[in-house]
């Protein structure tokens, strides 16, 4: 990496990334699947259909650098995957109703024992936000988003490894994903592009990029103008990153019984 920055949040992170490759054999064991039962396909036409859909809205989930760690639902993921301007859902599913989504992601974000060493950081980040110092607000949720996966790069592998397995079973035997199980695909698909996200290192030497970045932000490089939309962006990741540390240290306490787990992981 050219920005030493960078390459210290990759560090943080190898412990999680590492944990998840074997991830790769549950997506090769669908598409392993799919081509080996291909006569098969028609009798879970509805099931293949509304996994597709929900696969093609996930990755333009990823391609705008929302990390989503809500429940992406089939109504939802639908929308999007018809053509529906990605941004414009998101901004709806956080900040209609009053804010009430947005505000559910903040609290669960400050409830987080992995955030109780970072409390004063946090509160400070949040009275900018609501100061609509959205630039502010960014840059010290990178800061924290930095020491957090420096405090995670410990995450136990074997057992998110089991908990990925119990996935790529699910796949095997065309079971339906639980909301975990789909929130856990999401996350993934966003580590995996991790150095596409507002990660991504960017020369100062080229023209800023449009979207919010790390590399230009931390730097005090940036001009362009932030917006609450890049202060959720970036508080997306700073929830999937608590998200995996939480889950890990459950599955190592609980074991990998999945019906235990599914009881456990139940959305705070």
């Known amino acids: 990496m050219n920005d030493s920055g960078n390459y210290e949040i990759f560090e943080g992170l190898s412990g999680i990334v590492k944990g998840l490759e074997t991830f790769a054999y549950a997506l090769n064991k669908v598409q392993t699947w799919y081509q080996q039962n291909a006569d098969n396909i028609a009798n879970y036409l509805l099931a293949f259909a509304e996994f597709g859909e929900w696969s093609v809205a996930t990755n333009k989930l990823i391609e705008s650098q929302f990390v989503f760690t809500d429940n992406l639902t089939q109504t939802l993921a639908h929308e999007i995957y018809q053509g529906a301007d990605v941004e414009k859902v998101i901004t709806r599913y956080y900040f209609d109703n009053d804010e009430q989504n947005m505000k559910k992601l903040i609290q669960r974000c400050k409830d ?3 955030i109780r060493e970072y409390r004063e950081l946090y509160n400070q980040i949040l009275n900018a936000y609501d100061r609509e110092d959205y630039l502010l607000a960014c840059i010290g949720l990178f800061s924290l988003v930095d020491g957090l996966l420096a405090d995670c790069s410990g995450i136990n592998k074997t057992a998110f490894q089991k908990r990925l397995d119990c996935i790529a079973d ?3 035997d065309k079971a339906e994903l639980n909301e975990i199980d789909r929130k856990t695909l999401c996350i993934y698909d966003a580590f995996k592009k991790f150095d596409c996200s507002v990660f991504k290192d960017s020369r100062f030497s080229e023209d800023e990029p449009q979207a919010v970045n790390r ?5 005090g490089r940036t001009h362009r103008e932030h917006t609450r939309i890049d202060f ?6 700073l929830d999937a990153v608590i998200y995996l540390s939480e889950k890990d240290a459950q599955l190592g306490r609980e074991g990998e019984n999945d019906d235990h787990l599914q009881h456990d992981f139940i959305e705070q």
């Open 112 to 114: 987080s024992n992995y």
């Open 170 to 172: 699910k796949f095997a």
């Open 215 to 219: 590399h230009w932000d931390v730097h």
């Open 232 to 237: 959720l962006k970036v508080l997306l990741w």
